[in-house]
């Protein structure tokens, strides 16, 4: 039988940084609440010519500088991203055409905060079934693009950045599952109302920005976290206190802590960099992960679950053995 291993981990953060004193100076908001309702410190924000494909190639060098692997053995891309930098090409074929890898599939997949578990769980199938050997999968958001700076509701939450993985056959796991959802019905609680099909309005310019009902979101976030990890745990058998990481979607303190108390485990056992990077939506689990793996708290051999939550709503899981 085939399996996924994840042969190297990669991020990117831009160069700028924002913290909460600097969105102080342009909204009416202090340092003080956003680090006690979202434990945020900063975020880091892309330079104005920065786009998404800038920061998933940088993400996916560092990935595939560790993986040791070869660009002539890439056979499949697959991009997490709510930003991409064209409606199209994809982001994944401008990543692709930078990469100066040819002919194989490189495509986007959007899924919000969960885009990136999503991407798993496909390049996971692919290679299960024979369809790749070695993937290259990215998350990579310039949020701050889609941000209403007017709005401290939602502008002091998300930040910019990229995470990427090389994925590769191997004999065991790797990726022991995947689980992923979606519900539309919660289309309105978080979106950005504005699209192609549905006419951009240059004159209505807040309906190009997020939007989103913060409680019932938070509330969701919290309950569905959970109800993920008991899915996981009683799909493969394995208790929770076995689960050496956890790797979550990082949104808000206090939903990762929620999430952390259900599976019993102690704060530090998840990786936690909202702090540093506030949400990035499907960059920040691949970089939370390569965070970790670089500075030796994952190590090879570690169970780690990964679960994130997202507009649509969209979430999902993956237990893997790293
Ligand atoms: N600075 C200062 N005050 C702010 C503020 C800010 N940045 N944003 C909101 N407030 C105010 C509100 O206007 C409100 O004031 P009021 O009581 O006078 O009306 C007060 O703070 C409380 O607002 P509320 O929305 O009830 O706060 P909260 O404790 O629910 O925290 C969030 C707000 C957004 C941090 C929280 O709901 C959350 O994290 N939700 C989930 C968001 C998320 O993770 N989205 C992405 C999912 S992938």
Known sequence: ?????????????????????????????????IRE???????????DAETSSDMGLAAARNAMEMAGTDIADIDLIIVATTTPDKVFPSTACIIQRRL??????????QAACAGFVYALDTADRYIRTGGAQTALVIGTETFSRIINWQDRTTAVLFGDGAGAVVLEAADKPGLISTHIHADGKYEELLQV?????????????ERAYIQMNGNA??????????????????ANNVDKHDIDWLVPHQANLRIIAAAAKKLDLSMDKVIVTVDEHANTSSASIPLAFDVAVRDGRIQRGDLLLF????????????????
């Open 100 to 109: 100066d890898i040819h002919n194989c599939p490189a495509f986007d997949v």
């Open 217 to 234: 979101v938070f509330r969701k976030a919290v309950a569905t976290l959970s109800s993920m990890a008991r899915e996981t745990l009683s």
């Open 193 to 205: 109302p504005q699209g192609i099909s549905s006419g951009y309005d240059v004159v209505r310019k």
């Open 37 to 47: 309702r979202t434990g945020i410190k900063r975020r880091h924000v892309a330079a």
């Open 1 to 33: 039988m085939t399996f996924t291993r994840i042969a190297g981990t990669g991020g990117y953060l831009p160069e700028k940084v924002m913290t909460n004193d600097d969105l102080a100076k342009i909204m009416d908001t202090t340092d003080e609440w």
């Open 307 to 322: 679960e994130a939550f997202g507009a649509g709503f969209t979430w999902g899981s993956v237990l893997l053995r790293y």
